[in-house]
T-cell receptor, first 112, second 117 residues
């Protein structure tokens, strides 16, 4: 099993450009999450999904949109990138009950 | 909202010695989970150990153990026989046991652990 994978691993954008980050998991997990990690801070939750076709806002949702059209995929979109969105983005997934979250390798995004 | 505090931005320990990383949290819930994650320079988030709040027994995974004090809302990580490969950022994290809703992890700011050879 590949676990949780993220595409791309690195990306540089100009202010105002758009892009989509892809997260895929092969563990049949119901729950999926997007976090961002900024220097000197722990990870903060952007959006999450409790199942196919559902999404919800986390702690820092502004400027991002998400979609979960398939159970195994969770997409994070930036419609108009801003320098404040320069960060490392992590996707995670978990099964039901008290299951542990498993993280992808992260995507380093720089917005110039 | 829950908060997680790691009061030690950086810790240093000699190889083969024992080190304890501190974590406190604030919550009004009685059902929750606590985690320690390790983030090496590769930036991969690796689960070190987890603790269910309803369990009184402290979790242990090989050289890693926790001291869970529910009343004090404290969750420290002890690393015994420290190895060079233990050098990393360590994050304490909290998750509500409510389930079905906003159950993402709440993280502390991390402790940078340095292992001196």
């Amino acid at each position: 099993n590949a676990g949780v994978t993220q595409t791309p691993k690195f990306r540089v954008l100009k202010t105002g450009q758009s892009m989509t980050l892809l997260c895929a998991q092969d563990m049949n997990h119901e729950y999926m999450y997007w976090y961002r990690q900024d220097p000197g801070m722990g990870l903060r939750l952007i959006h999450y999904s409790v199942g196919e076709g559902t999404t919800a806002k986390g702690e820092v949702p502004d400027g991002y949109n998400v979609s979960r059209l398939k159970k195994q995929n969770f997409l994070l979109g930036l419609e108009s990138a801003a320098p404040s969105q320069t960060s490392v983005y992590f996707c995670a997934s978990r099964g039901g009950g008290g299951a542990t979250q498993y993280f992808g390798p992260g995507t380093r995004l720089t917005v110039l | 909202a829950q908060t997680v505090t790691q009061s030690q931005p950086e810790m240093s320990v000699q190889e083969a010695e024992t080190v304890t990383l501190s974590c406190t949290y604030d919550t009004s819930e009685s059902d929750y989970y606590l985690f320690w994650y390790k983030q090496p320079p590769s930036r991969q988030m690796i689960l070190v150990i987890r603790q269910e709040a309803y369990k009184q027994q402290n979790a242990t995974e090989n050289r890693f153990s926790v001291n869970f004090q529910k009343a004090a809302k404290s969750f420290s990580l002890k690393i015994s026989d420290s190895q060079l490969g233990d050098a990393a950022m360590y994050f304490c994290a909290y998750r509500s046991g409510r389930g079905g809703g906003a159950d993402g992890l709440t993280f502390g700011k991390g402790t940078h652990l340095i292992i001196q050879p």
